[in-house]
């Protein structure tokens, strides 16, 4: 059964820095994987998504790298800003019939002026 | 236009009312979402239209009941609910219901009183 683990639970920096949220998984036969931001009480927000064929993906300050063999995926984050602060979540696409969403539990990230 | 739009952004329901939480989006996806999140984790798979078919339900109780009228619209009619029914209700929609990006609403506060 496929779990998908998220270190470390909660993450205070100062802004400016760089900084690197972990997402771990147990079952490297995925479809993709995804990184969604959600602020508090809103929807979610797909940041990148990497397909199970590639090794990272990058939007702006935002970098997601995918290693299936190891189970594991960094969303690196560049010059840290007030702004960032949320809840990031990975969630990994199973692979077979059902490919359904399996989530993390999210890291909660605040970036202090 | 990007966007997944839900109404009402908050509910409060009475046990023996029934509304109706609204989903549109104007991307052209053809795979729609219902999530139910309960606070501090992650969202839960309810059902899921593709084509404008219900092609997923995920054990949701029949006080549940989703409706897709068009491409564009999806949605939840709820009956006869229980207070552990108090939840952020996000809608979701992606271009086919494949490999792809996920784009969240806003999500619809619901509380059951």
């Known amino acids: 059964k496929q779990e998908v683990t998220q270190i470390p639970a909660a993450l205070s920096v100062p802004e400016g820095e760089n900084l690197v949220l972990n997402c771990s998984f147990t079952d490297s036969a995925i479809y993709n994987l995804q990184w969604f931001r959600q602020d508090p009480g809103k929807g979610l927000t797909s940041l990148l998504l990497i397909q199970s064929s590639q090794r990272e993906q990058t939007s702006g300050r935002l970098n997601a790298s995918l290693d299936k063999s190891s189970g594991r995926s960094t969303l690196y984050i560049a010059a840290s800003q007030p702004g960032d602060s949320a809840t990031y979540l990975c969630?990994?696409?199973?692979?077979?019939?059902?490919?359904?969403?399996?989530w993390g539990l999210g890291t909660s990230l605040a970036v202090n002026p | 236009d990007t966007e997944v739009t839900q109404t009402p952004k908050h509910l409060v329901m009475g046990m023996t009312n029934k509304k109706s939480l609204k989903c549109e989006q104007h991307?052209?996806?053809?795979?729609m979402y219902w999530y139910k999140q309960k606070a501090k984790k992650p969202p839960e798979l309810m059902f899921v239209y593709s084509y404008e078919k219900l092609s997923i339900n995920e054990s949701v109780p029949s006080r549940f009941s989703p409706e897709c009228p068009n491409s564009s619209l999806l949605n939840l009619h709820l009956h006869a609910l229980q207070p552990e029914d108090s939840a952020l209700y996000l809608c979701a929609s992606s271009r086919t219901g494949g490999d792809e990006k996920l784009f969240f609403g806003s999500g619809t506060q619901l509380s059951v009183l």
């Open positions: 969630a990994v696409k199973e692979a077979g019939n059902n490919r359904k969403l399996i």
């Open positions: 991307m052209g996806h053809r795979a």
